[in-house]
Each structure stands twice: as C-alpha cells, then as structure tokens.
C-alpha cells in the first residue's frame, strides 16, 4: 500500500520494512537510513551493516536504492556534526549512492557543504513543533 501512495521512503532500515514491497505495486524509491550518531531514540542501520543491508535493498525488484539520509545528532557541536555528515558522503560515494538526505534547519549550511542532496526545513518554514 505504501508504494501506490508514495513514490519515495527515506527511511529504509530493516528487513521487515522491505517486506512491504513484495506486492505488485509500482517500484519505490528508497534511502537507507543510517544512524552513525549510534543514538538510541534514533532509528536506522549501524554503519558496519551498511553493506549487507544496501545489498539486500538492491535485491529487491519494487525497491530502486537511491541513496543515503541520516539526522544529525541534536546536541553535537558544529564539528561533531560535520564530521558525520563527511562519514555519510563517503559511505554514499563508495557504495553508488545518487542522493544524500542530511541536515535540518539548524544545519542545512553544513549538510549542503559536505554533499547534501536532501534537507528537512520544517522549522525553518512552519516554526517550532508545538
């Protein structure tokens, strides 16, 4: 159901999820989310299992992976935050990513200059969650 709705999902992370898109519907386009940060409250795959899980996305017949998205941590420092957003790029650029889905209102500068394709402005255009 989700992939005759929606055309993209930034949010792949698990095996389950891409269950999903066993059905007819049309194919999706997808970015594996990754949790470089290692944040608990935060969802996505672990860098170390990056491969394995883009191999098993690439697989996937309704699934095209498109490339990578994560959301910085909320208390780094500027550096902290660039430092991940460098380790993202590189991840992408080594296993043929097209898109880049990184950096919020806060840090969209940032994320634009280390090789961001997708930014979240939310904030920066309907104001603070209430």
Do not use: C
């Amino acid at each position: 159901a989700v992939a005759r709705t929606f055309r993209v999902l930034h949010t792949l992370e698990n095996e389950r999820q891409l269950q999903q898109f066993e059905d007819d519907g049309p194919p999706i386009d997808g970015m594996v989310q990754v949790n470089l940060g290692r944040e608990a409250q935060k969802s996505g795959v672990f860098l170390e299992s990056l491969d394995e899980f883009v191999i098993s996305v690439s697989k996937r017949a309704q699934v095209r992976f498109r490339g990578l998205m994560t959301i910085g941590p909320a208390e780094a420092s500027p550096e902290e935050t660039r430092h991940i957003y460098r380790a993202l790029a590189e991840a992408n650029r080594r296993i043929g990513g097209e898109w880049l889905s990184m950096g919020m209102s806060h840090d969209l500068e940032l994320a634009v200059q280390e090789g961001s394709t997708h930014i979240r402005i939310g904030t920066a255009l309907f104001g603070d969650r209430a």
